[in-house]
């Protein structure tokens, strides 16, 4: 199967998690879109959910099919997240925010009880931030000095966007950044997250409970079936 069917294999076995009365965490990006899409038809037929939506995209998406959309800040938790990712590591650990949502993706993703991710083969990696840069979500007031300070603990980034910085739904820019090798990735997500100026980073550790990857042989592999 080529990567666009896989994708679509991982999200309609996921959409086949949600059961009804769910608040259920809706991802971004092309391969969280056919989940919505798979949830959108079983919607149509019947089941009844909350979704919490991590991109306008994704909402308008959710709204074409009825589903009916609440915002996080009205959950204590949610019961199960669904959502695509650039980066997965053996150990599920991610690297995410390609699609630039990566902050409201995070917040979505921690407040459910499961976080499900749905990728293609090509997602997989040996390590995170082994073949794309780590994004990082920063304050746009005063960016240059942000970058300045992730330079001097050896993280070299990029606007991205340019001299058209692209700017997330929080109105932050994005810098996607590169590490010197021989730093253990939970000390970089430490280091990155402890500077003035950063708002989060797209490090996903540890977070994910089960991936659900589209394989070329046809079908989905399941990789972790950890209980949030
Ligand atoms: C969005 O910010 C990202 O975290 C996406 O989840 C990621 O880029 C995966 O996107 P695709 O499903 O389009 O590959």
Redesign the pocket.
């Known amino acids: 199967m080529d990567a666009i069917r896989q ?1 679509r294999a991982a999200a309609d076995y996921a959409a086949e998690l949600v059961q009804d009365g769910m608040i259920v965490g809706l ?6 879109a056919m989940m919505v899409d798979a949830l959108g038809r079983r919607h149509q037929q019947g089941l009844q959910f909350v979704g919490v939506a991590t991109s306008r995209e994704t909402a308008d998406l959710a709204r074409s099919y009825d589903i009916r959309l609440m915002r996080l800040d009205e959950f204590s938790h949610l019961d199960l997240t669904i ?4 980066e997965v590591a053996p150990n599920l650990d991610l690297t ?7 902050l409201r ?1 995070k917040l979505v993703a921690t407040a459910a009880r499961r976080f499900v991710v749905i ?1 293609d083969q090509s ?1 997989l990696v040996r390590y995170v931030g082994e073949r794309v840069p780590i994004p990082v979500e920063v304050v746009s007031f005063g960016w240059t000095t942000t970058a300045h300070r992730l330079s001097a603990v050896g993280i070299e980034c990029h606007l991205r966007g340019g001299e058209t910085p692209f700017t997330t739904s929080n109105h932050n820019y994005i810098l996607d950044c590169r590490a010197a090798g021989g730093v253990a990735v939970a000390e970089l997500a430490d280091r990155i997250k402890s500077l003035t100026g950063v708002v989060d980073h ?1 490090l996903f550790l540890g977070i994910a409970t089960t991936v659900v990857v589209g394989v070329e042989a046809g079908g989905v592999e399941i990789l972790g079936q950890k209980q949030g």
């Open positions: 994708k991802g971004s990006g092309s391969t969280a959502d695509g990712a650039d995410k925010g390609g699609g630039g949502q990566l993706e990728v997602k797209g």
